[in-house]
């Protein structure tokens, strides 16, 4: 087996924005981080991954780069930057950036160069189509909302952004383009940063052929990127990335890949492939998608469909290359209002057992900022309350467009899937504005701060936080067979109970949880290993066969013969 220390990390992830604000401008920023470092440290994290902090006009909270190699003014300087690096390491605390090298800012001044004249050098640096017959190049989608192609009058052309109109896809065919963001990575490797987290890195990559995506109009609001992710070209550019960058630094690099498979997922980060070191994969965040509605959907995911993904990725990948673990992001809803149950009598018990699934399977775990202490979903009560431009593009689009859904139900959606969900103000107390800032918040703070924070988790020692702090400790206690052990489901088709058992030499390891809010009767101890000892639990007690709400078990002993 293949052992790295990123294998063995628990990551912590920050959205800047949304972290602390330290100047009272209502705006997370880098000082903010910085006062927090030591609560990241005690959970027991490893590596944080910040969320974009370069030079941007916040089309879309950053991922739209305007200057790859300077701060966001609101975050702070490249001064604040290196304090939180230099504090960070002497905590023994790694830093991985956030690297959107799809598409850049169109007030990235290459793109300000290359919207003026076809013959510009930078021209090529971006994808420019002509029109045909006066439309559109193809009639491809852009993610969040209408058409992927925007014309140009300057250069008589049509460019192409799979998001955002502010979103300029760049074009990787051209070396040009490569050598840049080569040199860039390298700049920031020098700096002394440990990672880079990729975003949609296997988009980057185009067709050798634009034509229609015959797809398009299978949902109201879908999108073109299935016709468009793991193009011809991308493992021949992230192979070369490697070889010019990754290889020559001690980095944890992990790619955002949606529409990416088990078997493609091995192409991307295969222990002799070269590339990438892990991907997020999107399958499981997915299952919950309405059919005709995509991600506003009011539907949950069935736990047998859950747990059939995720055995899939854990047996396809062991041995051969590495997975990452997660729940939520700051593209996804609360995890604990989505897979487990927010309401106040189970939120705890259910986000402990969410967190203990996650976290005894094999693969780097991921923790969202909040997700430590059961952070829920917020349901503001008008889309006006909404800063997440995915989520107004949709209300437009749904609602004020083609009215397919009417208002109220298009804001339920909202509560259960928008993205703002995740990026609510950290609660770090239950002071006003939770003590994130002393202004007024860019984005509303979630209502319950006054009972689910920081501080009343930090002075209560059976608070969803320790129980992390503890499943992070066990990582590190027993990494032979939590972190590189192999895997087996059990008992496939049970709608109610994940149980699945990991092995390394002669140990095991026996996870049960109960995914409802009714009492179960499993046949537990039988499944147990031998002279097994209960390693953590939500619950005081263990009362054998019987599961009671939420209830999750590991049990630690010798393999049985």
């Not at 990754?246 to 088990?262: C, H, I, N, Q, R």
């Not at 992001?329 to 149950?341: E, I, K, L, M, P």
């Not at 993205?419 to 939770?434: C, G, I, L």
Request: proline residues 6%.
């Amino acid at each position: 087996m293949h052992k790295s220390w990123w294998q063995e990390a628990v990551v912590y992830q920050v959205y800047p924005r949304s972290f602390q604000d330290s100047n009272g401008d209502g705006i997370g920023d880098l000082p903010g981080i910085i006062q927090h470092l030591d609560y990241i440290k005690q959970l027991g994290a490893d590596v944080i991954w910040l969320n974009p902090i370069y030079k941007s006009p916040n089309a879309d909270n950053g991922y739209d780069i305007a200057d790859y190699q300077q701060i966001m003014p609101e975050f702070g300087t490249m001064v604040d930057f290196k304090r939180l690096l230099k504090e960070a390491h002497a905590r023994d605390l790694k830093i991985m950036m956030d690297l959107v090298v799809n598409h850049t800012s169109d007030e990235h001044p290459w793109f300000q160069a290359a919207k003026q004249s076809r013959t510009d050098p930078h021209h090529d640096w971006y994808i420019w189509r002509d029109p045909v017959d006066g439309h559109a190049p193809t009639n491809w989608r852009a993610d969040f909302g209408g058409s992927a192609w925007t014309y140009v009058p300057e250069v008589g052309q049509y460019y192409l952004h799979l998001f955002a109109v502010k979103q300029p896809d760049l074009n990787w065919q051209n070396p040009a383009v490569r050598d840049a963001v080569f040199n860039m990575m390298t700049w920031w490797c020098q700096q002394g940063i440990d990672g880079f987290r990729m975003d949609v890195i296997n988009l980057i990559s185009k067709p050798d052929v634009f034509e229609d995506d015959p797809h398009l109009f299978e949902q109201p609001n879908g999108n073109s990127l299935g016709l468009i992710a793991n193009g011809p070209h991308v493992h021949d550019y992230l192979r070369a990335m490697n070889q010019k960058v990754l290889s020559k630094y001690d980095l944890m690099t992990v790619g955002e890949a949606p529409g990416v498979t088990p078997a493609l997922a091995l192409k991307y980060t295969g222990f002799d492939r070269h590339e990438l070191e892990m991907v997020f994969q999107f399958k499981h965040v997915g299952l919950d998608n309405d059919p005709q509605f995509g991600k506003w959907s009011l539907h949950r995911p069935k736990l047998t469909d859950l747990k059939r993904v995720l055995s899939d990725w854990q047996t396809a990948l062991h041995g051969k290359a590495w997975n990452s673990l997660y729940w939520d992001n700051h593209d996804q809803a609360r995890a604990v209002s989505r897979f487990g149950d927010d309401r106040p009598a189970f939120r705890v018990r259910s986000a402990k057992m969410l967190a203990a699934t996650l976290h005894f399977l094999e693969g780097t775990p991921y923790i969202y900022q909040g997700e430590e202490l059961g952070m829920t979903n917020v349901a503001f009560p008008s889309i006006h309350d909404y800063r997440d431009l995915d989520t107004l593009n949709a209300w437009h689009e749904l609602v004020e467009q083609q009215h397919a859904l009417a208002p109220d139900d298009m804001l339920k959606r909202i509560h259960l899937r928008s993205r703002d969900n995740a990026r609510t103000p950290m609660q770090w107390t239950a002071e006003k504005q939770a003590g994130f800032t002393r202004g007024t918040p860019w984005l509303a703070v979630n209502p319950n701060h006054t009972t689910i924070n920081a501080a009343a988790a930090l002075a209560d020692p059976d608070s969803v936080f320790f129980f992390y702090q503890k499943l992070n400790r066990l990582r590190k206690q027993y990494p032979s067979l939590i972190v590189y052990g192999d895997y087996t489901l059990l008992d496939p088709d049970d709608a109610e109970v994940y149980m699945y058992q990991r092995h390394a030499a002669d140990q095991e390891l026996l996870v049960v949880s109960n995914f409802t809010d009714q009492t179960l009767t499993r046949n537990i101890t039988d499944r147990q290993p031998q002279a097994a000892q209960l390693l953590i639990s939500n619950y005081a007690d263990d009362v054998g066969d019987t599961l009671r709400p939420y209830e999750v078990r590991a049990y630690l002993g010798k393999q049985r013969s």
